[in-house]
């Protein structure tokens, strides 16, 4: 670590962070800021690597004024990293060479809600909270659930977020139907359309979700919507070995059960979990199950599983 920030040193970087910051405080103000607390913020992680901040963080209002933020810092070779609301496990918004943290909680808009088509597009500070509190009198919502309310649909789908919903919505990948994007030289790019049906060029959308902001810094995302089940139900189910548990699993996914949620945890874990939350589960492999269907599918599918297990 030494010898690579010595390098960043050597090559001027210092000098090149602050000309960009002086003229990224002429045209945003005190929407720039490099205050070591508010630094430190935008550089923690939850892992075991060191808190790593970046030089500054500028909060942008729109698409636009991100394109000139990154057209700046490229023209002065200064890192970005792209800030949502800093959930995530792995690290993606740490500045290891320091740089310009953009952070998108004022690009916190529903731009639009297409209820008969299932669709709508949001911006990329919108968070998954937010947008399921919008479509809630709609009886609509969006089914991705990486575990962290506030995470942002921008960081969602620059990570390719998956969740405990996954097995039956599948994850980003499958629920994101284009992506606004800024490239590196503050072009904005938008990948595709709201047409599902669609075979034309490359598929970007695919490309971008995932990439963790390293082939452009997401504005904006479209995203697939679905209707709030009218039955969730909840089930723990227990078994004398992992190997079993998979069985059912499979089994139950082969017949095309309405499960939403699936989880597993071996003994170990169940311990742990009795330990924290001071419960007395049986100690011995065990899934976690949602079902979501209809007053009648929903407890017909219980059963099924049950007999499966």
Request: aromatic content about 6%; hydrophobic content about 45%.
């Amino acid at each position: 670590m030494a010898t690579a920030m010595a390098s960043v040193a050597d090559d001027g970087m210092a000098g090149r962070v602050a000309a960009v910051v002086g003229i990224l405080r002429q045209r945003f103000g005190d929407r720039v800021q490099t205050g070591e607390a508010i630094r430190r913020q935008h550089g923690h992680t939850l892992t075991w690597i060191a808190n790593q901040p970046p030089d500054a963080v500028v909060w942008p209002d729109t698409a636009g004024e991100v394109a000139e933020i990154v057209a700046v810092a490229a023209g002065f070779r200064v890192p970005i990293v792209p800030f949502g609301a800093g959930t995530s496990l792995e690290g993606q918004v740490n500045a290891p060479r320091g740089g310009i943290s953009i952070d998108f909680q004022r690009m916190n808009r529903i731009i639009e809600v297409n209820e008969r088509d299932l669709d709508c597009v949001v911006e990329a500070g919108v968070s998954r909270k937010q947008l399921n509190e919008h479509l809630r009198d709609m009886g609509l919502f969006f089914p991705v659930d990486p575990g962290a309310e506030e995470a942002t649909i921008g960081g969602m789908a620059a990570t390719r977020a998956s969740g405990t919903n996954a097995v039956r919505y599948g994850t980003m990948r499958e629920n994101v139907l284009y992506v606004s994007v800024v490239l590196a030289d503050g072009r904005i790019v938008k990948t595709s359309g709201r047409a599902r049906k669609s075979a034309a060029g490359y598929d970007l959308t695919r490309l971008l979700v995932g990439s963790e902001g390293t082939l452009g810094v997401i504005t904006e995302v479209g995203l697939r919507l679905y209707g709030i089940p009218e039955v969730v139900l909840s089930a723990v189910c227990p078994f004398g070995s992992v190997e079993g548990a998979c069985n059912a699993t499979i089994q139950a996914i082969q017949l095309g059960l309405g499960i939403a949620r699936i989880e597993l945890l071996d003994e170990l874990q169940v311990h742990a979990v009795n330990r924290h939350a001071k419960l007395s589960l049986e100690e011995v492999p065990t899934l976690f199950l949602e079902f979501h269907g209809t007053r009648v599918s929903a407890p017909d599918q219980v059963a099924q599983f049950e007999a499966i297990a």
